[in-house]
């Protein structure tokens, strides 16, 4: 038996059923914000010369930074 299965079957038999359901939301991203980490990613990429490997395996904080100062950056050129 494989590792994952004997704790596959742990947690069942310890939780219930209610286990998968629990894990399976626990650990899910919602919608909105996969969404804010793929715009973030395209912008990283379209305006700052990121290829998506890069831009994606960054640590949340420092692609944030990144992506906070590019934003900075690129508002004074859109006012002219």
Known sequence: ????????????????????????????????????????????MQHGNWNFRDAYCLPVALRTWFYEKLVEFLKPKEKQ
């Open 1 to 44: 038996m494989l590792m994952t299965e004997v704790l596959s079957h742990s947690l069942e038999t310890f939780f219930g059923q209610e286990y998968k359901f629990l894990i399976s939301h626990f650990f899910a991203l919602n919608s909105e914000y996969i969404n804010y980490v793929y715009e973030v990613l395209f912008v990283l």
